[in-house]
């Protein structure tokens, strides 16, 4: 089993509809929780990160972490043409080590 | 402002040539990185250094290495270039923590 399962899509949705964006992952020892965001033909930015369990609002995109079932969200509401990227999520464990372990990423299409 | 940059963007190659990828960071970041990208596979780390001197294998090193002389750079040397490594090559840095990791553009690479 890879330590991350992301379905890479593609996912194509109409503006204004809602994002779910999906991870699971299977190292108990990852804390953190990092989305990143791709456009085509550049490199991933930080779009947003949490830590533990929990939900992280920002702006329009809000992520969600369960780390009982190990399964990790990132919503986009009111979603714009603008988001058409790839999304990767990305857990890391701290303690010392700064690698990132990522997710596949899902190709996203907002349809205007 | 602080970038991270890598050259050549692209690059064509001959099967057994050596191959050096510069990556050069102004941030002065301890962390540095080496990914490859593809198709199917995501984002998969090669090398990383969290200090001058300092190098370490990541999950797909075969066939690659880095040196790490001061802060600001770490170039990737493919020792005898193969058609399996033909990829899209992003360099990153950051500081300890969870901490956002910051990429570079990236560079294309096609062994033929």
């Known amino acids: 089993q890879k330590e991350v399962e992301q379905d890479p899509g593609p996912l194509s949705v109409p503006e204004g509809a809602i994002v779910s964006l999906n991870c699971t992952y299977s190292?108990?020892?990852?804390?953190?929780f990092m989305w990143y965001r791709q456009y085509s033909r550049k490199g991933p930015e930080l779009l947003m990160y949490?830590?533990?369990?929990g939900n992280k609002e920002d702006g329009r995109f809000t992520a969600q972490v369960d780390k009982s079932s190990k399964y990790i969200s990132l919503f986009i509401r009111d979603s714009q043409p603008s988001d058409s990227a790839t999304y990767l999520c990305?857990?890391?464990?701290?303690?010392?080590?700064?690698?990132?372990?990522f997710g596949k990423g899902t190709k996203l299409s907002v349809i205007p | 402002d602080a970038e991270i940059t890598q050259s050549p963007r692209h690059k064509i190659t001959e099967t057994g040539r050596q191959v050096t990828l510069a990556c050069h960071q102004t941030?002065?970041?301890?962390?540095m990185f080496w990914y490859r990208q593809d198709l199917g596979h995501g984002l998969r780390l090669i090398h990383y250094?969290?200090?001058?001197?300092?190098?370490n294998k990541g999950e797909v090193s075969d066939g690659y290495s880095v040196s790490r002389s001061n802060t600001e750079d770490l170039p990737l040397t493919l020792e005898s270039a193969a058609s399996s490594q033909t990829s899209v090559y992003f360099c990153?840095?950051?500081?300890?923590?969870?901490?956002?990791?910051?990429f570079g553009p990236g560079t294309r690479l096609t062994v033929l």
């Open positions: 990305a857990p890391y464990s701290g303690a010392g080590s700064y690698q990132l372990t």
């Open positions: 941030w002065n970041h301890n962390n």
């Open positions: 190292n108990s020892a990852f804390q953190y």
């Open positions: 250094s969290y200090g001058v001197q300092d190098t």
């Open positions: 949490t830590y533990s369990s």
């Open positions: 990153a840095s950051s500081e300890p923590g969870p901490n956002e990791q910051f």
